[in-house]
Every structure is written in C-alpha cells, then in structure tokens.
C-alpha cells in the first residue's frame, strides 16, 4: 500500500501493483481497490482499479469497465485485452449488446471480444448469442465470430432448428452452415434439403 501512496514511485509501477491484485483473484484485495476507485488518483490508476476489481467480479465494476471500454479510455493494449475477456467471462451477455453494436470499438477488438466468449464453456450463453444473429445492426463480420462461437459450445437440437431457421437470405450463411455441422454432430442430428433447389430443409435423427 505505502508504494501506491507513494507519488515518487512511477505510475506505470504503481498500475503493475494494482493489476497484480486483480490477476491473483484473491478477494482480500477488495476493500483495498474499493478505497481506491472512492478516492482522487490518477486516471491510470483508477481505470487499472476498476479492472482488477471487475477481474474479482464486483459487479459495479464490471458496469464502469464496460464503460470504459466503450469510451475507449483503456489505452494500453494488454489492458483491452484483460478488460474485454473479463467482460466476456464475468457479465450478461444481454448487458454485452452495446459494446457489439458500437462502432467506436474497433472491428477488431469487437471479433477478439466475441471469441473470448466461447471460454465461457456454458450453455446458457448459446440462446442469447442466437438472438444476436438476428440483428442487422450488428456489423457481418462480428456476427459472423459469433456464429463461429455457437459452433464451439452447442450440442443440442433446439440449436440447431434455430440456426437452421437464419439461414435463408442470411448474409452469413458460410458461418452458420459451419456452424450447424459442428452442433449436428453432437447433438446426433442432420439436416436434409429437399423441394425446388434444396431450399426446404429438415433436422432429422441420425441412426448409427
């Protein structure tokens, strides 16, 4: 604590330390960096406390991050890194919406942000990732990781129907056919097309 007050010390040593806090995941550090965002300090300290403190999983924490990141106010980038894949492992995807949708968020970033989210090894992620599928405004290539991402962590047949159901006219459709046959085979399923240029398609069971 005594080198953190210490205003001789150099910040980026000072950032190191409160950084150390987050990464080791122990919540003894909570009231420590709780004091730390309460209090004036530096801008870089601040944003490095509000990060460790997201990493432990206060959850006002992860609201500022999110914020922060949006503002694009996270200038190194490890610290992007660290922010967007706690972001992707610690909140509610529907709270994720904006930072998807946001266009002052490079594209890269965003794709880096979506891939994160497959370490979430849930399967409550899958339903409200589908339902980003939907949405247009979402730009083609994020979509795209996304479809990438339900491909990874599905296995079951509701999934399936559902993806099957985006592909007409979806501009994504290289994406979700990949997708569907990575969740087919775990799921023990497979889509059949029939009728006028094999437009109708079907989940069946597959029998071994």
């Not at 924490?61 to 492992?89: D, G, T, V």
Request: glycine share 4%; net charge neutral; aromatic share 4%.
């Amino acid at each position: 604590m005594h080198l953190l007050n210490d205003e001789t010390t150099n910040i980026s040593i000072r950032c190191a330390i409160i950084r150390g806090y987050g990464l080791k995941g122990n919540f003894v550090y909570l009231p420590l960096l709780q004091k730390l965002t309460s209090e004036k300090q530096p801008e870089e300290m601040h944003n490095e406390a509000v990060l460790a403190l997201a990493m432990l999983g206060d959850y006002p924490a992860l609201q500022e991050l999110l914020q922060l990141c949006m503002q694009k106010r996270l200038a190194e980038r490890h610290q992007r890194q660290l922010a967007l894949r706690c972001l992707a492992l610690r909140i509610d995807i529907a709270e994720l919406l904006p930072l998807l949708e946001d266009t002052t968020l490079s594209l890269e970033w965003r794709i880096y942000f979506v891939r994160q989210l497959r370490k979430r090894d849930e399967k409550t992620v899958i339903s409200p990732l589908l339902e980003l599928l939907h949405r247009r405004v979402i730009i083609r290539e994020v979509r795209a990781a996304i479809a990438d991402v339900i491909g990874m962590l599905a296995d079951d047949e509701v999934t399936v129907h559902r993806l099957v159901d985006l592909l007409p006219g979806s501009d994504i459709a290289n994406q979700i056919h990949q997708a569907l046959w990575s969740v087919c085979r775990r799921a023990g399923v497979t889509v059949i097309a029939s009728g006028p240029d094999n437009t109708q398609l079907r989940v069946v069971k597959r029998y071994h």
